[in-house]
């Protein structure tokens, strides 16, 4: 059974250019959520969707940022109009219902020039 | 409010030897706790979790205990290995989503 996926596992951009970052979660699992880590700090929760819905984003900046989880296919984390501040690694962790242990996938290391 | 933290950002000791992590949560309405371990250009990785009707609880070297009273959990490791060189994170489960301290970096000394 293959661990939850990410990629690109790095991804550089020019300021103003869009990211997409991709999650396949683990198999079987329904439940995905993505985190923020910027340098020598903890994870910061952004989204939590199930298939098809946005369960919570409380975490989520107001502006450019974006997630799907569609009914086929990975969920995508969308960044447009990057900035210097959004790089950070993003990570993806998914879980078979709520209130379980999330399993990480290794996340995706943005660096925006 | 809903933060998680820890008192000592770096944790040096000697291979062979008991390893003592500590974090301090602020919710007192949480029920679940984790510990994870990252290593560096890694996903965190499940060590081991609690609830809050349990105190103590036990795996394969390691052990969490939860004071429900002083809302604290602690993270032991017997006999820490070079292996278990790494940044460890508690997290508290707040609503769906798990908040997580800043880090501890453990290094073990050979």
């Known amino acids: 059974n293959a661990g939850v996926m990410q990629n690109p596992r790095h991804l550089v951009r020019r300021r103003g250019q869009e990211a997409r970052l991709r999650c396949s979660p683990m198999k079987g699992h329904s439940h995905v959520y993505w985190y923020r880590q910027l340098p020598e700090e903890g994870l910061k929760f952004m989204v939590y969707l199930q298939k098809e819905n946005i369960i919570d984003e409380s975490g989520m900046p107001k502006e450019r940022f974006s997630a799907e989880f569609p009914k086929e296919g990975p969920s995508i984390l969308r960044i447009q109009q990057v900035v210097r501040g959004d790089s950070a690694a993003y990570f993806c962790?998914?879980?078979?219902?709520?209130?379980?242990?999330?399993?990480f996938g290794p996340g995706t290391r943005l660096t925006v020039t | 409010g809903e933060s998680v933290g820890l008192h000592l950002p770096t944790l040096s000791v000697q291979e062979g030897d008991n390893s003592i992590i500590n974090c301090a949560y602020s919710n007192s309405a949480s029920d679940y706790f984790i510990w994870y371990k990252q290593e560096s250009g890694k996903g965190p990785q499940f060590i081991i979790d609690?609830?809050?009707?349990?105190d103590k609880r036990q795996g394969q070297r390691v052990t969490v205990l939860l004071n429900k009273t002083v809302k604290h959990l602690s993270l032991q490791i017997a006999a820490t290995q070079p292996g278990d060189s790494a940044v460890y994170f508690c997290?508290?489960?707040?609503?769906?989503?798990?908040?997580f301290g800043a880090g501890t970096i453990l290094r073990v000394k050979s």
């Open positions: 609690i609830r809050s009707n349990m």
């Open positions: 962790a998914s879980s078979p219902w709520a209130d379980y242990e999330q399993y």
């Open positions: 997290a508290e489960e707040y609503g769906n989503k798990l908040v």
